[in-house]
T-cell receptor, first 114, second 111 residues
Framework: NAGVTQTPKFQVLKTGQSMTLQCAQDMNHEYMSWYRQDPGMGLRLIHYSVGAGITDQGEVPNGYNVSRSTTEDFPLRLLSAAPSQTSVYFC?????????????FGSGTRLTVV | TQLLEQSPQFLSIQEGENLTVYCNSSSVFSSLQWYRQEPGEGPVLLVTVVTGGEVKKLKRLTFQFGDARKDSSLHITAAQPGDTGLYLCAGLSSGTYKYIFGTGTRLKVLA
């Protein structure tokens, strides 16, 4: 049981490049979310999904796209990377049964945009 | 926009001391979680509180949810170096699936 797996762990992009951050969970959780973590700002919600085929915006969605074609996978796409997107990105999952009981997080992707 | 303010932002104490971390908001949450995060890792859930006034204990850690479900506190008794880390509170907005995170409290316990 791997939990939540994020790839890659580290990435350097040039301004304007695009890329996809991968997230997969093997716990059959319906809820999945993407957060970014910046110094002094805690975790900010980018996009979230309550099930396959259903996604919605969080607090800071601009510049990011998501899709949820399967329960297991929730990739985050950066359309045209900007230095302001330099951050640590976390994917997390939960289930309706665990709805009150918080998320299981991946170990993060550290992204630098130069 | 809902905000969760944590205080203090930073805390450095000696082993054996007690401490309290606060998580405050003007919004009501249906539940509130506390997480601990270590460098290079994702946050790990410590506890969830659901009922206003609820108190939960996890060994030397005591968590309390405010009566109005707008605030919470984390109290650590006799802190140990292993308690060092970033402590985050997160609230579940009523009627939504959004977890909003606080700004975090970075704790360092010196041996």
């Amino acid at each position: 049981n791997a939990g939540v797996t994020q790839t890659p762990k580290f990435q350097v992009l040039k301004t304007g490049q695009s890329m996809t951050l991968q997230c997969a969970q093997d716990m059959n959780h319906e809820y999945m979310s993407w957060y970014r973590q910046d110094p002094g700002m805690g975790l900010r919600l980018i996009h979230y999904s309550v099930g396959a085929g259903i996604t919605d915006q969080g607090e800071v969605p601009n510049g990011y796209n998501v899709s949820r074609s399967t329960t297991e996978d929730f990739p985050l796409r950066l359309l045209s990377a900007a230095p302001s997107q330099t951050s640590v990105y976390f994917c997390a999952s939960s289930s309706p049964e665990r709805g009150h009981y918080g998320y299981t997080f991946g170990s993060g992707t550290r992204l630098t945009v130069v | 926009t809902q905000l969760l303010e944590q205080s203090p932002q930073f805390l450095s104490i000696q082993e054996g001391e007690n401490l309290t971390v606060y998580c405050n908001s003007s919004s009501v949450f249906s539940s509130l979680q506390w997480y601990r995060q270590e460098p290079g890792e994702g946050p790990v859930l410590l506890v969830t509180v659901v009922t206003g006034g609820e108190v939960k204990k996890l060994k030397r850690l005591t968590f309390q949810f405010g009566d109005a479900r707008k605030d919470s506190s984390l109290h650590i008794t006799a802190a140990q170096p292993g308690d060092t880390g970033l402590y985050l509170c997160a609230g579940l907005s009523s009627g939504t699936y959004k977890y909003i995170f606080g700004t975090g409290t970075r704790l360092k316990v010196l041996a």
